[in-house]
């Protein structure tokens, strides 16, 4: 037993302290290559507005005159092209007053007569009154000369010399009134001709506006001085017609009667709130969906970030109105659709 004890122990030592064969590894796994994740700088995301559509703007035409309408040559949303006519009409009472009193106006009138009526004048004055005045001066003069060598002849006394002396000075007298008269004269009508001179522009400036009013020319004698017509100031469609724009009808003077705009390009008018406005810069671009068009996308670029907040009161956080510009060839956009807009924003 003792025996089988220590055999035991003496193997167990031999095996702690022997020191054991490594085992054959293989070769070491190759290590994965590091590649670095960089974010991209230029990654974006959308943000999603609610929006209106409207034209980029429009021109209202006023009917600077009263009168009865007598053609409607238009409809709502029917293009038109610049200085094609719209309606045409016929001046009223008081319209026609103003507009003779336009083409003729007695102010001019009266200057052009009273200018007439002084060259007569002065024609009379240089060749009637002022040849009359040298004759008798002339005649008083040759008198005087014989009455004075009469009186050294001592055939006339010296009262008689100087009744002639007398008579030579009161014809210089009136010779030098009638210059006088005529220097006058002529001073008076080129003032006259100064004040038609001004009149005479003025009823030009006057006629000018008259003309671009009622979109005609009065050089015209084959149209009435009493017609009148509304004309397209630009290119651009007809938004609206006054519903009292009728055939027949008689309008006031100020009469709002259409309203013509361009369509293409349009813009889009969204309620930007503060947040998501300082994301915004102008020329972002992104894409429109209107409700009443909802498959198809239109593009879009922001044109208008404004400075001014729609509600500037300190209790609410403020939004703004932003402007996008989008293209409207086909003509499918109306005024007043309203979109969602998607705007792609740099993060």
């Known amino acids: 037993m003792l025996a089988s004890f220590v055999a035991l122990v003496s193997v167990a030592l031999l095996l702690v302290t022997h020191e054991p064969k490594k085992a054959e590894s293989g070769p070491p796994p190759v290590k994965a290559a590091i590649v670095p994740q960089i974010a991209d700088a230029k990654s974006e995301a959308e943000i999603t507005f609610r929006g209106k559509s409207f034209s980029v703007f429009q021109r209202r035409l006023v009917m600077p005159y009263g009168g009865e309408i007598l053609s409607i040559e238009i409809k709502e949303g029917q293009p038109v092209n610049e200085n094609e006519s719209l309606v045409k ?184 709130h503060e947040l998501d406005l300082v994301k915004l810069k102008m020329g972002d671009r992104g894409t429109v969906v209107f409700d009443a068009i909802p498959d198809k996308k239109f593009g879009c670029k922001v044109s208008r970030i404004p400075w001014l907040s729609r509600n500037p009161a300190l209790e609410v956080p403020a939004d703004y109105e932003i402007e996008c510009l989008l293209d409207n060839g086909d003509g499918k956009i109306k005024d007043g659709l309203t979109c969602n807009v998607r705007v792609s924003v740099a993060q």
């Open 89 to 272: 009409y016929k001046l009223d009472r008081q319209a026609r007053i103003q507009v003779m009193g336009i083409l003729y106006p007695a102010r001019v009138l009266d200057l052009k007569k009273s200018i007439y009526d002084q060259t007569i004048g002065i024609d009379k004055i240089r060749n009637i009154a002022l040849k009359l005045r040298k004759m008798d001066l002339e005649k008083a003069q040759r008198q005087y000369d014989d009455i004075q060598e009469l009186r050294a002849r001592s055939l006339v006394e010296q009262e008689a010399v100087n009744n002639g002396r007398r008579s030579v000075e009161t014809a210089q007298k009136q010779l030098l009134e009638i210059q006088e008269s005529l220097r006058q004269a002529v001073a008076s009508l080129s003032r006259t001709q100064e004040d038609l001179k001004f009149f005479e522009d003025k009823q030009k400036r006057d006629l000018d506006l008259l003309e671009y009013q009622t979109r005609r020319s009065y050089q015209d004698s084959d149209i009435p001085y009493d017609i009148a017509f509304l004309k397209a100031p630009i290119t651009g469609q007809v938004l609206w017609l006054s519903p009292d724009l009728r055939v027949n009808a008689e309008v006031a003077a100020g009469f709002a009667a259409i309203t013509i705009a361009p369509t293409n390009p349009m813009v889009v008018r969204c309620k930007v």
